[in-house]
């Protein structure tokens, strides 16, 4: 098996140099992204550092609507980590062979959306300094408790699920840089003294299998309980039994539409196109596709019982999303996130890869907007809310800190799944091998 | 009177923990929804607290020997609105910060068709089965043995849940620095919270700090119209400021309803339905 896995490594030094090309020093291209990312993430860090001296009437909320953009925030992004968890986990559980260059990213994207969404939960807080509360004086009968545990102990699963397929490419860093560096002892730390022995090897892929069991059924708790923070209210809009399922459904929508983005931006970034090939985005798009259809089915389907019988306070709700006051953002997020990028992954025309990139553009957008649109208007009614300056800056700080921590992180792990990939080349297509070189030669030369 | 000030807020910290295991008992049904990280947190926070509430449970039954409840004769309600100054003033609350607050509704129906408009104060209802006590992460907003729902601000987090679960949107916020008051207490006490805290919620307290010396809420004693009674279940009797009278027949004689009663919140404010028609 190590012989085999040895020869491997030699027919295929060039997945190796791509999955490495992100390591060490940045070029000047990363500079040029970086630092007007470092300066949103921090306006959007010293805006918080304004509301916490100042308080939270800094943002646009009162008392009608007190919760706004930060909430949304924090659906969007626990939903965009809980996408690209499960995305990776069910390519892993299928044993889909073309999974293996963009488990990485999405399982890398998993982590970071989640640990800024989580983020939101202490932004949001009137006095963010008694957090500790939550533990300490902790009542399980409420649904944030039920968050809490449930998000930190998927914090702790996703990245077990990042760090377990990481072990083996560790080890390759870990010989590759030089022996007495900081950064060798990082890696040599972190690779758990990995040899490749069989005996490793088998442990490995059962605990990655275990984990990707693990994270599925966690992930769907996570959204669950997220829904059920507002589903457990009587307030017209969230009081909805299929809230849990309906809030799952966005966040694998959302998830899949931002792993499409992610891998599109790194691809470019670091010429991985040898790598992740238009199949991957087809296939991508494909599963985007079908979680649209199915949300667009949940939306229908609520919208259609309660509007229905339309008892007076459903009445109220509806005129101001269908009509009147939230009426553009409803049908921006009907249209434009859900109609148009089903559209273009269902014809064959534009089943290209910037149109599925464009499609996943709008759906992330989309489901943002919607998210708002779920958090607002049933708390609105005859009032009104504006974000503020603050606000504002906060979530684009957000937003930006998710592409900048991805790219730090890729400074010091690669970019692919090496061991992975070198198996799935050998074990899939192992007539192939040869071919993909030259192959990969040519790419270059395009580039 | 410091004394006496040091007495209430802990009898009131006596009130919040026997709450607080009550809700862990109700609570236990939800434990299969918690992950299993939520096992090992229960037992270090629960335990404690239901070990003290069951040592100071003396002082609960001494609060718990009246039981508040307060009833609106919207008849006599004419929109004067001095109720809500009133409360305002002696709560040192901002001006839209209402723990008071008389809405305008509009009638029309079949049997009214040119319709009219009656005039309706909203306090918090002070459920018995209150969601906002439910849905509290950290137990600050809690039920007390004489019936009213406080909020701890000194525990409380600012998340607004309790805000989201209220089905009657009588809680307001704490956005901004509070009014400079007095700080009669020593700290803001569950009972009376003054002055405010920012970041926090807050609520009507029912003026338990009133009526546990035997005075009235602000409200009762504001009106002009005599239009809220406070009373006790306990001894059956309730009173407008004027006359005191019995509460069952106050209740039973005028068809007295809760408002939203279908959703089960067994809410202690009673309606006299009506539309300033018994001015007096």
Redesign the interface.
């Known amino acids: 098996m190590v012989a085999e896995m040895r020869q491997a490594h030699v027919a295929q030094p060039a997945v190796r140099e791509a999955a490495l090309r992100s390591l060490g020093g940045g070029g000047l291209t990363f500079w040029l992204i970086a630092t007007p990312l470092s300066l949103l993430v921090a306006l959007g860090v010293a805006a918080f550092a304004y509301q916490l001296k100042e308080?939270?009437?800094v943002?646009g909320?009162?008392?009608?609507v007190?919760?706004g953009i930060y909430t949304a925030n924090f659906v969007t992004f626990i939903g965009i980590s809980y996408g690209g968890a499960v995305i990776s986990a069910v390519l892993r559980l299928s044993g889909a062979s073309w999974r293996a260059p963009i488990t990485r990213l999405a399982e890398a994207m998993a982590v970071v959306s989640l640990a800024v969404g989580g983020l939101f939960v202490i932004i949001?807080?009137?006095?963010?300094l008694?957090?500790w509360?939550?533990?300490?004086?902790?009542?399980?009968?409420?649904?944030?408790?039920?968050d809490?545990?449930?998000i930190?102990?998927y914090l702790v699963g996703t990245i077990v699920f990042l760090y377990l397929p990481l072990i083996p490419d560790i080890a390759v860093c870990r010989d590759r840089v030089d022996q007495s560096g900081l950064r060798h002892r990082l890696y040599a730390f972190l690779a758990l003294g990995w040899r490749g022995t069989s005996e490793q090897r088998r442990i490995l892929t059962w605990g990655v299998t275990l984990m990707a069991v693990i994270i599925i059924p966690?992930a769907v708790?996570v959204h669950s309980?997220l829904a059920w923070?507002?589903a457990?209210?009587?307030?017209t809009g969230?009081h909805s039994t299929i809230f849990g399922p309906y809030f799952v459904v966005a966040a694998l929508f959302s998830g899949v539409a931002t792993v499409i983005l992610v891998i599109a931006a790194f691809r470019k970034a670091y010429h991985l196109e040898a790598y992740i090939e238009t199949k991957h985005f087809q296939y991508l798009g494909y599963m985007m596709m079908g979680l649209g259809v199915l949300y667009l089915y949940f939306t229908f389907s609520e919208f259609l019982t309660e509007g229905y019988v339309l008892d007076q306070e459903v009445q109220g709700l509806y005129e101001s999303l269908l009509v009147t006051t939230y009426a553009p953002m409803f049908w921006a997020f009907v249209i434009g996130g859900m109609a148009i990028p089903i559209g273009l992954v269902a014809l064959p025309r534009t089943r290209t890869i910037n149109w599925i990139v464009f499609a996943a553009a709008l759906a992330a957008i989309g489901m943002w907007l919607k998210r708002f649109l779920i958090v607002v208007p049933p708390?609105a009614g005859d009032s009104s809310y504006t974000p503020s300056w603050v606000e504002i800056a906060v979530t684009v700080g957000a937003l930006a800190a998710i592409p900048l921590f991805l790219m730090i992180f890729v400074r010091i792990f690669p970019v692919l799944s090496i061991w992975e990939m070198e198996e799935e080349s050998m074990v899939e297509e192992p007539e192939k091998r040869a071919e993909s070189v030259p192959e990969f030669a040519v790419a270059q030369e395009v580039v | 009177m410091p004394d006496e000030a040091e007495t209430e807020s802990r009898t009131a910290a006596v009130a919040r923990r026997a709450v607080?295991r009550r809700?862990?008992l109700?609570?236990l049904g939800?434990?299969g929804?918690?992950?299993?990280?939520?096992g090992a947190?229960?037992p270090l926070?629960a335990l404690p607290q239901r070990e003290r509430a069951l040592a100071e449970n003396a002082e609960d039954e001494k609060i718990a020997a009246h039981q508040w409840v307060m009833v609106i004769d919207m008849r006599r309600c004419t929109n004067e609105r001095d109720c809500m100054s009133s409360c305002r003033k002696n709560h040192y609350l901002h001006e839209?910060?209402e723990w008071i607050k008389t809405y305008t509704i509009e009638t029309h129906n079949i049997e009214d068709p040119h319709g009219h408009s009656h005039y309706m104060p909203t306090l918090c209802m002070h459920c018995q089965q209150a969601?906002c006590v439910?849905?509290?992460?950290?137990?600050?907003t809690f039920k007390s043995p004489d019936g009213a729902t406080l909020v701890d601000q000194d525990?409380?987090?600012?998340?607004?849940?309790c805000?989201?679960?209220c089905?009657y949107?009588v809680?307001?916020?704490?956005?901004?620095?509070p009014l400079p008051a007095p700080n009669v207490l020593g700290k803001p006490a569950p009972e009376y919270p003054v002055p405010q805290?920012?970041?926090?919620?807050n609520v009507c307290d029912m003026c338990t700090h009133n009526t546990r010396n035997g005075e009235l809420p602000h409200c009762v004693d504001a009106c002009p119209n005599q239009a809220i009674f406070v009373g006790d279940l306990a001894t059956d009797l309730a009173t407008d400021g004027k006359e005191t009278v019995r509460l069952s027949e106050l209740l039973q004689d005028n068809d007295a309803f809760r408002y939203k009663e279908e959703?089960n919140t067994q809410p202690r404010v009673f309606y006299i339905a009506g539309h300033g028609q018994d001015e007096s």
Do not use: E, Y
């Open positions: 308080g939270l009437g943002t909320l009162n008392d009608q007190f919760w949001h807080l009137g006095q963010p008694r957090v509360n939550m533990v300490v004086h902790a009542q399980i009968s409420s649904p944030l408790f039920w809490m545990v449930a930190s102990t966690l708790a309980v923070a507002f457990v209210t009587s307030r969230w708390l | 607080s809700r862990f109700q609570g939800v434990a929804v918690a992950a299993g990280a939520g947190l229960i926070t839209g910060q969601p439910k849905v509290c992460p950290v137990g600050a525990r409380c987090i600012g998340c607004r849940m805000m989201a679960a089905p949107d809680r307001t916020f704490n956005w901004d620095d805290r920012k970041g926090t919620v959703l």
